[in-house]
């Protein structure tokens, strides 16, 4: 794996702010992550300060004269371009994506609109309303079907739904997290991520849970799920899905470093599934678990996001 391009001394970061926590439902991960990466950034001489970010955020960052920001902030109000579009006002550069990118990988709607329109593969779906048939959905989609909200993150709100009569109560369920959801076409096959660090793709990491899918209680509280990294792809393959996941990253405008989930279904088809731009930065997180393979440490992953802003304000 290459190495960073260009190294700084942990003072020409000047003060950065590590913004966490926030408003939205993944705010506990996010204090999680904001918190592990200030620690890293505190062992690396960095002088960050940590912020638990509420309405008066853009006051203490004015008045806190910091120089630049490491959003560690998942979800909405933070991780889909609004605190981007606020830094880049306050002529803050910080890490990660810019308000495009941000904002387009939130939408898992128009993700795909876009990734059908460049060619790339991703499921079917149909965007659900009270108005909905449910049976033409379920007859244009096939069974079972994936019901999620269209801005959220974390599986919350997301289920499996077998038989068309079920989809109005999936429905109800994920309008629960988000005015927009979304129907799509369950896709049987092997679970991948592919962990994006500037222009590079990290080792891909599978994912194995005894649950139905990936959900809240498999990403965050039971020891059942397995990570399986290398994922048993052969090189080939991976090289092949890792330039796949890359294109489709860029291809939302989305910059530095992310994550995009996919699924490879019984004929090695593979399905985008979706993108995220702040994926969780805790120690047992997947993008530091593909980095570790890589033979990067956390300290030096969250010093090479660090380093994403230094290109910004270039
Ligand atoms: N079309 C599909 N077919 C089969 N399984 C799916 C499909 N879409 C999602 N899943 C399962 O549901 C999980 C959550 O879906 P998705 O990644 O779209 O949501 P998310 O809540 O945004 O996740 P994240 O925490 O990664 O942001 C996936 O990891 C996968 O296990
Ligand atoms: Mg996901």
């Not at 006051?59 to 902030?73: C, E, M, N, Q, S």
């Amino acid at each position: 794996m290459k190495q960073a391009q260009k190294k700084y001394t942990p003072d020409a970061y000047g003060k950065v702010a590590v913004l966490m926590g926030g408003f939205s439902a993944e705010r506990n991960i996010s204090l999680e992550s904001g918190q592990a990466v200030y620690m890293a950034l505190q062992r690396k001489g960095v002088d960050a300060h940590a912020i638990d970010v509420d309405e008066n955020v853009l006051a203490v960052l004015k008045a806190g004269g910091y120089d630049r920001v490491f959003i560690a902030l998942h979800g909405r109000g933070g991780e889909d371009g609004t605190m981007q579009g606020a830094l880049a006002l306050l002529k803050l550069p910080y890490t990660g994506s810019g308000v495009l990118g941000s904002a387009l990988a939130m939408d898992k709607s128009r993700t795909k609109k876009m990734w059908q329109s460049c060619g790339l593969p991703t499921p079917p779906f149909i965007e659900l309303s009270s108005n909905s048939d449910w049976k033409q959905v379920g007859d244009e989609l096939g069974l079972p079907i994936m019901v999620k909200p269209v801005h959220e993150g974390s599986s919350l709100g997301a289920s499996k739904v077998a038989r068309a009569e079920d989809l109005e109560q999936a429905w109800r369920m994920a309008s629960r997290f988000d005015r927009q959801v979304m129907a799509e076409r369950w896709i049987v096959g092997r679970e991948y991520t592919a962990s994006i660090l500037g222009e590079r793709i990290l080792p891909l990491i599978r994912l194995e849970t005894p649950r139905e899918f990936y959900d809240y209680q498999a990403k965050y509280v039971d020891d059942t799920t397995r990570y399986i990294c290398p994922c048993g792809l052969t090189e080939k393959q991976e090289e092949l899905i890792g330039a796949l996941s890359l294109n489709a990253f860029t291809s939302l405008g989305a910059s530095g470093w992310g994550r995009i989930d996919l699924i490879l279904d019984r004929q090695e088809q593979l399905w985008l599934i979706e993108a995220n731009t702040i994926p969780g930065m805790t120690s047992h997180s997947l993008v530091p678990m593909a980095a570790k393979q890589a033979g990067m440490g956390f300290d030096d992953l969250v010093m090479e996001i660090l380093n994403t802003s230094m290109q910004q304000e270039q």
